[in-house]
């Protein structure tokens, strides 16, 4: 069974970090992509960043050039870290296994204050 759990969020200011981590079970890990999604307050599902097994990268546009996407295989662990955060990042973010949202997380809320 697949299970994903995220961490980490909270609130932070603007222009300041954050970093999220997804703990994965239940499937092959380091075969598999990996992808974060984020829906802000009255939006849609948003793909923020995804990671190749291996560690190619995918970035949105919104967060281009300010967030970072990770992973640990040894450890089954994703990660994400925030820099230069704003307030239109406010959002729950979710980790799911692949490119799509079927499985995913419960998700962890980021809240950035002004």
């Known amino acids: 069974e697949v299970r994903l759990v995220e961490s980490g969020g909270g609130l932070v200011q603007a222009g300041g970090s954050l970093r999220l981590s997804c703990a994965a079970s239940g499937f092959t890990f380091g075969a598999t992509y990996m992808t974060w999604f984020r829906q802000r307050p009255g939006k849609g599902l948003e793909k923020v960043a995804n990671?190749?097994?291996?560690?190619?990268?995918f970035y949105g546009e919104d967060v281009k050039g300010r967030f970072a996407v990770s992973r640990d295989n040894t450890k089954s662990m994703m990660y994400l870290n925030l820099n230069s955060v704003k307030t239109q990042d406010t959002a729950m973010y979710y980790c799911?296994?692949?490119?799509?949202?079927?499985?995913r997380g419960p998700g962890t809320q980021v809240t950035v204050t002004p």
């Open positions: 990671i190749s097994p291996s560690g190619n990268t």
């Open positions: 799911a296994e692949g490119t799509g949202f079927t499985d």
